[in-house]
């Protein structure tokens, strides 16, 4: 298998107008979990893709199951139990397309995973295990993905790919996010983060100095997306900047696991062990301008999931786009970054145990 994706899967009610919830006149049920939203996205991309969560043993969670093998995700990892329901998020749209989220999410059926009802054969056989850091809050679903990471890790041939996704109302506190995510980047090969989540785990204004930051404690490859401004890498000793493409956004929900997908779409396309990979400053650029776009048609239909596009669609953007050529700032590096510790001190960074 290609990318098998763990994580949190829920309901998105997705209002039908932009402002606040409580103005909303309709909202839209769609399927929704980032992890499960990169699922889709890489399988409508052509990637054989699979799934790993626990949803409610209801309607809503029959309905998510249909809606990712619908899209040709691998269900054998996906467990509905009776002892939770299904997880909802009201999304509430700007005008700018942008997002807020109210979460009804307690004592829901992920707070029930058990190691014992996933198939770690489908992480140990993958290119790609993805993840992110819902799934770390509550103790059970923490282990889960804790046994998953440690079974991909264990292989030589699984890279290991993580997107945040902060979602701090969900978290007891900033103070524990914070921790638990920079705890658990660590051993990331990839690290996929959005400008904002970026400044809150380093606590650096600045773009390329929250990159360098973070660098300091993980090896990992990181991808920043920065919304109309487009995206960021750094990746060994290459880094720059692509714009982002035109395009008319009514929703944002689906963008950063859009780009995500499209980002492993062309790694995985690589042969051999995607561990191994050093690719210069020019292929990096086209992979990132590829992930823009998938992120960038994904703002365009409401919902996550159905507004992922098809390669052809991808295709068309991309050869329809004249923008601004990407920045490289290859040269510019942090001559700090073999070491490692907290991204926002000045101290010895710690040790850090690679496994």
């Known amino acids: 298998m290609d990318l098998v994706c763990l994580g949190e899967?829920?309901?998105?009610?997705?209002?039908t107008a932009p402002?606040?919830?409580?103005?909303?006149?309709?909202f839209v049920k769609a399927a929704g979990g980032a992890p499960a939203n990169v699922a889709v996205a890489g399988s409508r991309l052509g990637l054989r893709t699979g799934f790993i969560g626990t949803a409610g043993k209801d309607d809503f969670g029959f309905f998510l199951k249909e809606e990712l093998q619908k899209n040709g995700v691998d269900v054998r990892g996906l467990h509905l139990s009776s002892k939770g329901r299904t997880p909802l998020a009201f999304v509430s749209l700007k005008e700018s397309a942008e997002r807020d989220f109210l979460f009804y999410w307690q004592n829901t059926a992920d707070h029930f995973m058990s190691v014992k009802e996933i198939p770690l054969s489908m992480v140990r056989s993958s290119k790609v295990f993805h993840y992110g850091s819902i799934s770390l809050i509550h103790p059970a679903s923490r282990r889960v993905?804790?046994?998953?990471?440690?079974?991909?890790?264990?292989?030589?041939?699984?890279?290991?790919?993580?997107d945040p996704n902060v979602r701090l109302n969900l978290w007891p506190s900033s103070h524990r996010a914070r921790a638990t995510i920079l705890k658990t980047i660590e051993?990331?090969?990839?690290?996929?983060?959005?400008?904002?989540?970026?400044?809150?785990?380093?606590?650096?204004?600045?773009?390329?100095?929250?990159?360098?930051a973070m660098s300091r404690f993980t090896d990992a490859a990181i991808l920043v997306t920065r919304g109309v401004r487009g995206a960021a890498f750094r990746w060994s000793d290459s880094e720059g900047e692509v714009p982002a493409f035109p395009v008319a956004a009514i929703d944002s929900t689906g963008a950063g696991d859009g780009f995500v997908a499209g980002f492993l779409n062309q790694m995985i396309a690589i042969p051999g062990n995607l561990r191994k990979l050093r690719p210069c400053t020019e292929t990096l650029t086209r992979w990132v301008r590829y992930a823009?776009?998938?992120?960038?048609?994904?703002?365009?239909?409401?919902?996550?999931?159905?507004?992922?596009p098809t390669p052809g669609e991808v295709a068309n953007l991309l050869k329809s786009d004249h923008a601004t050529l990407p920045r490289s700032r290859q040269g510019i590096l942090d001559t700090s970054r073999s070491k490692r510790g907290?991204?926002?001190?000045?101290?010895?960074?710690?040790?850090?145990n690679d496994k």
């Open 19 to 26: 402002g606040p919830l409580r103005t909303a006149p309709g």
């Open 292 to 308: 823009n776009a998938v992120g960038a048609l994904a703002t365009t239909r409401r919902g996550a999931i159905p507004a992922f």
């Open 145 to 162: 993905t804790q046994a998953a990471l440690r079974c991909a890790l264990g292989s030589n041939n699984t890279l290991v790919s993580c």
């Open 342 to 352: 907290d991204p926002t001190s000045t101290d010895p960074p710690r040790a850090r």
């Open 9 to 15: 899967l829920l309901i998105d009610f997705v209002a």
């Open 187 to 212: 051993t990331a090969h990839l690290v996929k983060i959005n400008e904002e989540e970026l400044k809150f785990l380093t606590r650096k204004r600045d773009l390329f100095s929250g990159i360098h």
